[in-house]
């Protein structure tokens, strides 16, 4: 993907006059040519760069976006026009005046020198604009080089003023904001991609961000304290980070997934309000905002209950979105229960910047023949639809690609109604239903003239799994996700436990320290899927921003949560008997949250990808591209360790 390296290599920095080298390379659609004697030629369809007599290489025009050359030869008449023509930024360096010209299009010209700065006042249809965003050689003639330029290149260039200017190495290279040069590319030459003005606007957004945090919470009475990075192993969730000891062999730290227990120990010794910026890792797969390590604002209370968390982080992001988006955020921030959010939006984390709400139709379709929706009512699910507004005249293709996008989520399929603008209309399933109970189901759903009605029937878990995701690609399609229309939701009373299939068994939905809704106390031996939780997540546009939870304080009811989730108490003591230990001496009522910052960030700058608004991120293998890491390591090292490396069998 870089092109070739020729013969001669570049022996000092490429910033340095006369320093040129003899390599082409091409980087983020650029064509660089750093041979002082290269002449650059079209030929058809094709940029050739010749060094001497030789030709040294080509690329189809086609691929560039701007072409940079340090050769004194010059560039032929016919590429220059080329160049223009199809909007390519073509900049080339003359030795003898020691400037940087670029053709483009209508661009009113301006010429950066080291030390000066001319502005020309034409605005010219080929436009030989001398480049805006170049190093270049310090020039101690200025009118000579203007002149020179006249003279050589023909350039009409009337300089009518002159300013000081300093040239920073960023503005060497101007990269392209945006880019859509392929991200793997961009993420080898990371620290070249950098350079992009809009990843530079996210990482000083990221800048403000933590600095404004720190700010708000030490005014509110939080101290800073920084935890461990090498801790022990925990059960939480994801699998951990491993780090073996060479000290004591066989035995290995952790990196922690969240600060979580240390901050509950900083409760027991009195710190009641502590926050940090702190690195998290988890080893689970990757999508567009997780990665491996990561960073949360994580904070803990003590002396507190969900109300005043809320309080004090809703004044936070008031005060973030305030600063930051130039965003008022009306307070407080609505709150919906988990049962609300998925009963409505077939999610925990609902989008509100568009309705499509899911309606529960089980008791409409519950006498039907239909045996879809018969079969999922008696294996005790449910049928749940949404309405499409405006989207009857859907042609079948479509349709048809909604099922296939359905069925990645566990859906058998999808029945649907397409309303005619005539109030007739054309259904999947019609021929299993009598007239009234299609009329009912159609009235049941606000169904009207152009509308189209969408079916999912199952388990309540896999109809709320594809309704919930179905009613997001809609609104992808119909462009209803707008990135500067934020939306704020608090979700709370989310269950204590779920069950595992995979393990037989219930599991902590948090962690097995999140305190249970009093009044469900009463239920947990009897009927523990029915407990309810004192933890709530932040979400904003359908992203869960941040989570946390009032902590168990009481030894009986963390005995209780222990013995439900299948610990012994030698296990329990095994895994987190430094806790226990701490909580004999005393340990306040507490609670805490933790918001990811980088997908504050992202949802803050408009960015797609948690990987936008991250320095140096890695990718879905969780590999870096630009280290090349992980990699293999010194056989000696792994000695020291005690480890040995098992080669995988060839299949």
């Not at 980070?241 to 979580?260: D, E, I, K, N, W």
Request: negative net charge; contains cysteine; proline residues 4%.
């Amino acid at each position: 993907g870089l092109g070739d390296v020729y013969k001669r290599q570049v022996s000092k920095s490429i910033y340095q006059p006369g320093s040129w080298g003899g390599r082409m390379r091409r980087l983020l659609n650029t064509l660089y040519v750093t041979s002082e004697d290269s002449y650059l030629a079209l030929d058809g369809e094709n940029i050739v760069v010749l060094t001497g007599e030789q030709e040294a290489g080509r690329l189809p025009l086609h691929t560039l976006e701007s072409v940079i050359s340090f050769g004194y030869r010059g560039t032929s008449p016919a590429l220059m026009g080329a160049c223009a023509e199809r909007g390519i930024s073509l900049c080339y360096l003359t030795p003898q005046g020691k400037f940087l010209a670029r053709v483009s299009g209508k661009v009113k010209g301006n010429v950066l020198l080291r030390q000066r700065q001319f502005e020309s006042s034409r605005n010219d249809e080929e436009s030989l604009a001398i480049a805006k965003n170049c190093m270049i050689g310090k020039v101690h003639n200025a009118r000579w080089v203007l002149e020179r330029a006249i003279r050589d290149h023909g350039m009409q260039i009337d300089a009518k003023k002159v300013k000081e200017v300093s040239l920073h190495l960023k503005e060497s290279l101007k990269c392209i904001e945006r880019s859509k040069t392929k991200e793997e590319l961009r993420l080898e030459y990371r620290f070249l991609d950098l350079r992009r003005p809009d990843i530079q606007h996210n990482l000083i957004t990221r800048s403000r961000v933590a600095t404004l945090t720190r700010a708000f919470l030490a005014e509110e009475g939080f101290l800073e304290i920084e935890t461990p990075t090498l801790i022990k192993s925990t059960p939480e969730g994801a699998r951990d980070y491993l780090v073996p000891s060479r000290v004591h062999p066989g035995s290995f730290y952790a990196l922690p997934q969240s600060p979580q227990l240390f901050k509950q120990l900083l409760m027991v010794s009195g710190y009641d309000r502590y926050f940090q910026l702190a690195r998290c890792y988890r080893d689970e797969d990757l999508r567009a905002d997780r990665q491996p390590e990561f960073t949360q604002i994580d904070m803990e209370l003590s002396f507190v209950d969900v109300d005043d968390v809320l309080d004090v982080n809703e004044r936070l992001l008031q005060k973030l979105f305030k600063e930051i988006c130039g965003y008022e955020l009306q307070l407080p921030i609505q709150r919906m229960t988990w049962r609300e959010a998925m009963d409505r939006f077939g999610s925990d984390k609902p989008d509100l910047r568009f309705g499509m709400e899911l309606k529960n139709v089980s008791e409409v379709v519950k006498d039907c023949e239909f045996v879809v929706f018969k079969g999922a009512l008696e294996n005790g699910g449910s049928v749940r639809g949404i309405n499409a507004e405006g989207q009857g005249h859907m042609p079948r293709k479509k349709i048809d690609a909604l099922v296939e996008y359905a069925k990645g989520f566990g859906a058998k399929g999808l029945a649907y109604i397409a309303i005619n603008e005539d109030g007739t209309f054309k259904s999947s399933f019609a021929k299993f239903m009598k007239e009234e109970e299609m009329v009912a189901l159609i009235a049941a759903m606000d169904g009207k003239a152009g509308d189209l009605l969408l079916f999912a029937a199952d388990k309540d878990k896999v109809v709320f799994d594809v309704l919930g995701n179905l009613r997001l690609e809609l609104a992808r399609q119909l462009d209803l996700l707008k990135k500067d229309d934020f939306k704020f939701l608090w979700v709370t009373e989310f269950p204590l436990l779920e069950y595992s299939e995979e393990e037989d068994r219930y599991v902590a939905m948090h962690h097995p320290f999140t305190m249970p809704m009093e009044e469900d106390l009463q239920y947990l031996d009897s009927d523990p899927g029915r407990v309810r939780a004192k933890a709530y997540d932040i979400v904003l546009n359908g992203v869960e921003m941040g989570g946390g939870s009032v902590r168990i304080h009481q030894a009986d009811i963390q005995s209780k949560m222990f013995e439900v989730l299948g610990f012994t108490p030698e296990r329990a003591q095994e895994q987190f008997g430094f806790l226990l230990k701490a909580f004999k001496y005393g340990v306040p009522p507490h609670a805490g949250l933790a918001y990811g910052l980088d997908r504050m960030v992202m949802l803050m700058v408009g960015a797609d990808s948690i990987r936008d608004v991250i320095a140096f991120p890695k990718v879905k293998d969780a590999s870096c591209l630009m280290t090349e890491a992980p990699a293999p390591v010194d056989g000696k090292q792994l000695e020291e360790l005690g480890i040995q490396v098992a080669e995988e069998e060839k299949q």
